[in-house]
């Protein structure tokens, strides 16, 4: 039934275009701004290059490998990338070169890319070489593709045999599916059920029957026992896994073999620099005061008194001589004179400390007296 819905058009309706026109693309390098007509470069970055950027909304690379721009001002000698990066390596950017003839717009496939996998995160355009006059971008899109009858099959068995690993939420909630599923099992189950009851009750025995009740409960019962022995086998996916990552290990290994294990690795530094006794106040800095890594720290470092919500370091008299500060990067605008002893950030301030300990993932300061 799906697959006829799809077949017949409703494939546009589930997957529509991803349309990025001038105002959900951004400047990433350049310089301009957003106008009527779109986004306008007016001037171009460091070594004659300008970039753009959107949300993709992380859709599927195999169904979505058709790409279109819209681009005034462009010229023969200029040349264009698109790029990209996914959601499982979201710090890896792609790019492939476009076709330029001069035209202010153009198409490619990017099928042939063995790049262009997974699920796309964000995409845009990189445009190299000098300005004679403002370049215009007026829309990004990537357009999906017909898919067959064959596909559509493909793509269900494999929506039904994904493994759905352990999430924040997995103790209250199972996707059962992927992300935007063509096929999820339960719609899928629940059109079986709906409609195998109709065709009984208009072929076969209706509901007012003696003892017709148990047929339409089989049928319930029998689309509950599908679904159930999916997540039964979801689970025993999820036991093995479980088993490789923590079979044998406790405490510390337990934690660094999980999610977080690079962050509390240094976590772990941090503590082995802050004294055995309970400090009075660490400040703990991020550039999301409230959220989640900001709380696992503080969490990892009691009993430690730990504070959240910082967006930039506590000014002078916040903190006192004794106090300490964590910083968690990447914290724009911070930085640490290491010869003044002086954390300093955007705005003028500043804060006398020693930095104790610093890593990719942060640093550890106590606050000095002036």
Do not use: C
Not at 62 to 71: A, E, K, N
Not at 131 to 149: D, I, N, Q, S, T
Not at 329 to 343: A, F, K, N, Q, T
């Amino acid at each position: 039934m799906l697959v006829l819905f799809y077949r017949a058009g409703g494939l546009e309706e589930v997957m529509p275009p991803v349309v990025l026109a001038g105002e959900a693309l951004q400047l990433a390098r350049g310089e301009g701004g957003q106008t009527p007509a779109g986004l306008e470069i007016r001037k171009s970055g460091a070594q004659g290059l300008s970039s753009v950027q959107g949300s993709a909304r992380m859709v599927r690379a195999s169904i979505y490998h058709r790409v279109s721009w819209q681009v005034d001002g462009l010229e023969s000698g200029h040349k264009l990338r698109l790029i990209w990066s996914t959601l499982a390596e979201p710090d890896t950017v792609r790019e492939v070169l476009l076709p330029v003839v001069g035209a202010a717009s153009g198409t490619f496939d990017l099928a042939t890319q063995p790049s262009w996998r997974g699920r796309i995160a964000v995409i845009g355009l990189v445009i190299q070489g000098s300005l004679a006059r403002p370049l215009v971008v007026r829309r990004l899109e990537l357009v999906p593709k017909m898919l067959g009858v064959a596909e559509l099959a493909r793509m269900a068995l494999t929506e039904w045999t994904a493994f759905e690993d352990w999430s924040q939420r997995s103790i209250n909630f199972t996707a059962g599916a992927p992300l935007d599923a063509l096929f999820p099992p339960v719609l899928i189950v629940a059109l079986w059920v709906g409609f195998s009851m109709v065709f009984l009750a208009l072929f076969g025995q209706t509901p007012r029957a003696l003892g017709a009740w148990k047929s339409y409960a089989a049928l319930f019962l029998l689309g509950w026992l599908v679904l159930d022995v999916r997540w039964q086998w979801d689970l025993s996916q999820r036991l093995v896994k479980t088993e490789t990552l923590f079979a044998g290990k406790t405490g510390d290994e337990r934690t660094l073999a999980g999610a977080e294990g690079e962050f509390y690795q240094f976590l772990l530094e941090v503590r082995r620099r802050l004294p055995r006794e309970p400090v009075r106040r660490l400040f703990i800095v991020s550039t999301t005061p409230g959220g989640y890594w900001a709380g696992r720290a503080r969490y990892h470092l009691l009993p430690h008194n730990g504070y959240m919500g910082f967006l930039q370091p506590p000014a002078v008299g916040t903190a006192r001589p004794g106090d300490y500060v964590l910083i968690l990067s990447p914290l724009p605008g911070v930085r640490y004179d290491r010869e003044r002893r002086l954390l300093m950030w955007a705005g003028g301030g500043q804060l006398p400390a020693e930095r104790l300990y610093a890593a990719e993932l942060g640093a550890v300061l106590r606050v000095l007296g002036e």
